[in-house]
């Protein structure tokens, strides 16, 4: 089993960054894509940015450009830098942890993003 941890959640005014942590533990090896998922009251979950062992990065259309997923392979730990907040970021933001081979998924525990209008 893998579990995750994040951190760095808060509440920020608009235009404003804050920078995200998923630190990964345990059966990690066949770990090969993480991300980060979000959900704001009323909607689905939804996809934010993941990206693979390999580096390759995906993004959702409405932060491409102002969110930068990175990893660091040494320390089993994932960011999502964000900046130029807007209100409509504000959700309980998730990190994910996916193995595409055998289906297997983990969750964190979320953290609170809040951006003030």
């Known amino acids: 089993q893998v579990q995750l941890v994040e951190s760095g959640g808060g509440l920020v005014q608009a235009g404003g960054s804050l920078r995200l942590s998923c630190a990964a533990s345990?059966?990690?090896?066949?770990?090969?894509?993480m991300g980060w998922y979000r959900q704001a009251p009323g909607k689905q979950r939804e996809l934010v940015a993941h990206i693979s062992s390999g580096g390759k990065t995906n993004y959702a259309d409405s932060v491409r450009g102002r969110f930068t997923i990175s990893r660091d392979n040494a320390k089993n730990t994932v960011y999502l830098q964000m900046n130029t907040l807007k209100f409509e970021d504000t959700a309980f933001y998730y990190c994910n942890a996916r193995d595409t081979y055998s289906g297997y998924d983990a969750w964190g525990q979320g953290t609170q993003v809040t951006v003030s209008s």
């Open positions: 345990g059966s990690i090896r066949s770990i090969n894509v």
